[in-house]
C-alpha cells in the first residue's frame, strides 16, 4: 500500500511540476490585469449610477420642498378664510409629502453612505492595479533581457520599491513642510 500511495505522489508531483512549465507567468500577469480592469469598469459604472441617482434624490427632494411651501401657503388662506374641510385636505398631504421627503433622505444618506465606500474601493483596486501593472512591466523587461538572467532588471526593481521607513521619513518631512507654512 506504502508503494501505491508513494507512487501517486511522484506521478501527481510530476503533474504539477508539467503544469507549472505549461503556464506562462506573464500571460498569466496579463489576464489578472485585464480581470482587474475589467472590474475596476464595472465598479466606476455602478458608481455613475449611484451618482446619478443620487442627483434623481436630490431633484425630487427640492421639489417636495418647494410643494410643501405651496401647501403652507395654501394652509395660510385656508384658515384665513375658515375652510376647516380643505385645510384638513391639505394637511393630510402635507403629512404625505414630510414622510415622502424622510424617506427621500434616508435613501440619499443610504446612497452617499454606498458611494463612499465605493470611491474608497475604486480607489485601492487603482493603486493595486497600479502596483501589479509597475510589476508587469518590470517582468516583461526582464523577460526580454540578453541573457534571461534578470540581474540588471532586479536591480531596477529594488530601486522602484519603497520601504515602509522611507515612506515613514518621507511622511514626516511632508508634514513638516506643511506644519512650517
Known sequence: M??????????RADFHAVLDQIEEPELLLKQAIREMEEDLAAREQRLRAATHEQGELRARK???ALALKEIEDQLDLCFTSQKHELARNLVRRKLEAERRG???AGREAAT???LGEQRATIDRHRMTLDGLRQKAEIFTRRSWEPGGNGEVMDAVGRELAVSDDDVEVAFLREQNRRTRQ
Open 2 to 11: 506504502a508503494l501505491i500511495t508513494r507512487i501517486g505522489r511522484l506521478f
Open 62 to 64: 427640492d421639489e417636495l
Open 102 to 104: 424622510r424617506q427621500l
Open 112 to 114: 452617499e453612505k454606498y
